[in-house]
């Protein structure tokens, strides 16, 4: 039972270069999630699905698109990445709205 | 979007003395959660709180929920070393809003 697993750990993308981020959950979990945490400003929320095939805004959702084709798994995706898109983004999930969060390991992603 | 303060921002304590961390909202909450985050490790779920006036002990820990549902306080009584960390508040039904944090350091 791995839990929450996010893959690359680590990625460094020169600008306007495109990635995906792969959160896995096997925890049959509805709800996920995807953040991304810079010093001093907590947690914010990017985008989140509450369930399989949907996806939504967060709070800053500028930059990145997701898909969830797949209950356990949600895609981060950066189409042209910028040197403000550096940071660490972490995956989480859960049943439903009102449960707690499990959180993924995270990834640091650098862009220079 | 719901807007989430959580003061202090930092707070060194000298090993057995108390910490307190705060949370407040504009808004009347339905329900907040809090989560701490170990140096370079992921958040992990502490506590949820629904109810107006609730309080909730997990060991050392007493969680707080305002009568109003617009603040929330986590206490850590006698602070140990395993304690460092940052603390955050969590609200929101499904647009979850986490709150700033709290970093605590203690100094053994």
């Known amino acids: 039972n791995a839990g929450v697993t996010q893959t690359p750990k680590f990625r460094v993308l020169k600008t306007g270069q495109s990635m995906t981020l792969l959160c896995a959950q096997d925890?049959?979990?509805?709800?996920m999630y995807w953040y991304r945490q810079d010093p001093g400003m907590g947690l914010r929320l990017i985008h989140y699905s509450v369930g399989e095939g949907t996806t939504a805004k967060g709070e800053v959702p500028d930059g990145y698109n997701v898909s969830r084709l797949k209950k356990q798994n949600f895609l981060l995706g950066l189409e042209s990445a910028a040197p403000s898109q550096t940071s660490v983004y972490f995956c989480?999930?859960?049943?439903?709205?009102?449960?707690?969060?499990?959180f993924g390991p995270g990834t640091r992603l650098t862009v220079t | 979007g719901q807007q989430v303060m959580q003061i202090p921002q930092y707070q060194h304590v000298q090993e057995g003395e108390d910490f307190t961390t705060y949370c407040n909202s504009s808004t009347t909450l339905s329900n907040i959660q809090w989560y701490k985050q170990r140096p370079g490790g992921h958040p992990v779920f502490l506590i949820q709180l629904v109810k107006s006036g609730e309080v909730k002990k997990q060991k050392r820990l007493t969680f707080q929920f305002g009568e109003a549902k617009k603040n929330s306080s986590l206490h850590i009584t006698a602070t140990q070393t395993t304690d460092v960390g940052t603390y955050f508040c969590?609200?929101?039904?499904?647009?979850?809003?986490f709150g700033t944090g709290t970093k605590l350091q203690v100094i053994p």
């Open positions: 925890m049959n979990h509805e709800y």
């Open positions: 989480a999930s859960s049943w439903g709205p009102l449960t707690e969060q499990y």
């Open positions: 969590a609200l929101g039904y499904q647009k979850v809003t």
